[in-house]
């Protein structure tokens, strides 16, 4: 079972980047599909980007399409998402997790504030 620890996450102004890491436990990682999320105040957790196991195949969120980049590098069982052009609307904790999710593997996730 797999278990993550996301980091990099702060306050930025809007038009900024941040690089969010997201480390894992676990020999598995290597094999896994892996995504980032994020959850707003007040709304439901939402998909922002996804990476195949080898790191070959990427996709993102409509809302994220081309300002946001996801990677992995699996000699050191990590995901990053590399974010510019930051908005407010990108306000939000960012959670990594395999994709699909596993629903006990959710980590606390890293805060991300874009704000002036």
């Known amino acids: 079972q797999l278990q993550f620890v996301e980091s990099g996450g702060g306050l930025v102004q809007p038009g900024g980047s941040l690089t969010l890491s997201c480390t894992a436990s676990g020999r598995t990682f290597s094999s896994n599909p892996m995504a980032w999320f994020r959850q707003a105040p007040g709304k439901e957790r939402e998909f922002v980007a996804r990476i195949s196991f080898y790191g070959g195949y990427t996709a993102t969120a409509d809302s994220v399409k081309g300002r946001f980049a996801i990677s992995r590098d699996n000699a050191k069982n990590t995901v990053y998402l590399q974010m510019n052009s930051l908005k407010p609307e990108d306000t939000a904790v960012y959670y990594c997790?395999?994709?699909?999710?596993?629903?006990?593997?959710w980590g606390q996730g890293t805060q991300v504030t874009v704000s002036s």
């Open positions: 997790n395999t994709n699909p999710p596993a629903n006990d593997s």
